[in-house]
């Protein structure tokens, strides 16, 4: 158990529609960080935020938006979702301070888009 | 920017070594990740290695880095049929960003 817990674990969803995935990380961890794990993409990082300010910013959609809380849990949204977003959302955290602390992942949530 | 590249498939019998490789383009790396994916689940990380080694061994894991053509290897020495997965191998940059490669799946053969 990473202890990153990601929630819903699955979501189906029809096109057009918003959908909020959650993710509170590790104990003690500052940094969240949010990937897109599809078939023919591979693992694509979306953004990164540590203790509520966003740091990182990678192939995410202007569609996409994603925010950390003063509880460090981050909350993903997608809107105006197509059938191209369907994959599996990870969320992971670290530290955010020591630069090898790795990324502990949560087990992710799944969205279909139909 | 980063791009980390990985074979996409790679199929070995029990009991034989398994290696799959990496390559990556950063020059800023800072550290290099291999992670385990099995079905189902997320990412574990499995082992690391700082840019200025060249080797790293943890039990039946071998991790070689060659910094000058920016390549990163793992071996796996007595294959397992529970070593079956998807391995990524991830670059660390600046803030701890990890770049991750497509994925190597594993497939262990009885």
């Known amino acids: 158990d990473s202890g990153v817990t990601q929630t819903p674990k699955h979501l189906i969803t029809a096109t057009g529609q918003r959908v909020t995935l959650r993710c509170s990380p590790r104990?003690?961890?500052?940094?969240v960080y949010w990937y897109q794990q599809s078939l023919d993409q591979g693992l694509q990082f979306l953004i990164q935020?540590?203790?509520?300010?966003?740091?990182a910013k990678g192939n995410i959609l202007e569609r996409f938006s994603a925010q950390q809380f003063p509880d460090l849990h981050s909350e993903l949204n997608l809107s105006s979702l197509e059938l191209g977003d369907s994959a599996l959302y990870f969320c992971?955290?670290?530290?955010?301070?020591?630069?090898?602390?790795?990324?502990?992942f949560g087990n992710g949530t799944r969205l279909t888009v139909t | 920017g980063e791009d980390v590249e990985q074979s996409l498939f790679l199929s070995v019998r029990e009991g034989d070594s398994s290696v799959i490789n990496c390559t990556y383009t950063?020059?800023?790396?800072?550290?290099l990740y291999w992670y385990k994916q099995e079905p189902g689940a997320g990412l574990q990380l499995l082992t690391y290695?700082?840019?200025?080694?060249d080797m790293k061994q943890d039990q039946r894991l071998t991790v070689l880095l060659n910094k000058k053509d920016k390549h990163l290897s793992l071996r796996i020495a007595d294959t397992q049929t529970g070593d079956s997965a998807i391995y990524f191998c991830?670059?660390?940059?600046?803030?701890?960003?990890?770049?991750f490669g497509i994925g190597t799946k594993l497939q262990v053969i009885p």
């Open positions: 992971a955290s670290s530290d955010g301070e020591q630069v090898n602390s790795p990324l502990h």
């Open positions: 104990s003690g961890d500052l940094s």
């Open positions: 935020y540590y203790n509520g300010e966003e740091r």
């Open positions: 950063d020059s800023s790396s800072t550290y």
């Open positions: 290695i700082f840019s200025n080694m």
């Open positions: 991830g670059d660390a940059g600046g803030y701890q960003k990890v770049t």
